[in-house]
């Protein structure tokens, strides 16, 4: 049962690709990058192509027959999303895992959440079998602030007061596998949440605890927090993001008590907590400080 993985290089997707590979099952990534494709988990095929780029996709839908659809941060997010169910509809794919957002439908404003949406609607009129996997925030996203948070003693996410839900990339993979592996989930659409709510201030608090040092919240000022992000991503990404931590500020990402007890019912125990992340992450950015 050959599984296809789009984004399988990346953060999701590579964590997706581990699990299936540790399962026995026949995995493909689809990857942009020679490099990458070279560089993958033994047993593992990476197939050249992108989404982006219809004309690759036949060789790599070819005899495939379960797909992860993740779709990258791209301004032609619908477009991508789309080809890759024709391609698979096309190569007679029995079963699609596509990873959407928690709550896309309730912030159409945000350009990402929607794109999700729409893609999610390509795909029920595929008439393909499909889940719909529904990530909170990531709280490997927090990995990229090593040294704001090691050097400076400042925690720069704009997450506001209300809180998310986020959520660790493995639980994430782990209901991906799920529903692409076991049956039963045909139609669904699955939260995936962590345990606790995560605040700008709280998520400082959690880091100064796991690196034994000072954290301060650097505070809601999304002009200040554009000026940074404009010197690591281009204009249309740091205006999606703005309007996503906007809506965070105003609303934040919350999980109901029911979110839990779907969630329990896919990946059959407790997501992992905030703490337990932060905690792992700081012993292995000390010891990198250590052994340098
Ligand atoms: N971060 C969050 O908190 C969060 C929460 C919920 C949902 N999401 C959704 O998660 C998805 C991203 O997942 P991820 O973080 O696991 O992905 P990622 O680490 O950014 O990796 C995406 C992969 O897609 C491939 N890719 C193809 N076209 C690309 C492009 N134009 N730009 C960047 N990568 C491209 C790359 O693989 P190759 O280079 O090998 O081709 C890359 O490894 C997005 O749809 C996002 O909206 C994110």
């Excluded at 379960?66 to 032609?76: C, N, S």
């Excluded at 962590?194 to 002009?223: F, R």
């Excluded at 309007?243 to 990402?253: I, K, P, Y």
Aim: net charge negative.
């Amino acid at each position: 049962m050959t599984t296809l993985v789009t984004g399988g290089t990346g953060t999701v997707g590579s964590q997706v690709v581990v699990r299936l590979a540790a399962l026995g099952q026949p995995v493909r990534v689809l990857t942009r990058s020679a490099e990458k494709a070279a560089t993958l988990p033994e047993g593992v095929t990476g197939l050249l192509g992108a989404l982006a780029e219809p004309s690759t996709l036949g060789a790599a839908f070819e005899g495939v027959e379960r797909l992860f659809l993740l779709t990258p941060l791209a301004q032609d997010e619908v477009d991508q999303g789309l080809a890759g169910i024709e391609a698979a509809r096309e190569a007679g794919v029995g079963r699609i895992v596509f990873m959407s957002v928690h709550h896309a439908d309730q912030a159409p404003q945000i350009p990402h959440f929607a794109s999700k949406v729409e893609i999610a609607r390509g795909l029920e009129r595929s008439g393909i079998p499909y889940t719909v996997i529904e990530p909170n925030s990531f709280y490997q996203n927090d990995l990229g602030l090593q040294q704001p948070l090691m050097e400076f003693g400042v925690y720069p996410m704009p997450l506001g007061s209300v809180g998310l839900h986020r959520v660790d990339v493995r639980d994430i993979a782990d209901a991906a596998v799920a529903a692409l592996t076991k049956d039963g989930h045909q139609g669904e659409h699955y939260p995936v949440v962590g345990p606790e709510l995560c605040t700008g201030e709280g998520s400082a608090q959690a880091w100064a605890a796991a690196l034994g040092s000072g954290v301060i919240y650097a505070g809601d000022d999304l002009d200040a927090w554009s000026l940074a992000a404009s010197a690591m991503m281009p204009d249309w990404l740091v205006a999606d993001l703005r309007v996503m931590f906007e809506h965070f500020q105003e609303r934040g990402l919350l999980a109901t008590a029911d979110d839990f007890t779907r969630q329990r019912g896919l990946i059959g125990r407790e997501p992992i907590g905030f703490d337990r992340f932060a905690t792992e992450a700081a012993a292995i950015w000390k010891s990198q400080v250590a052994g340098a």
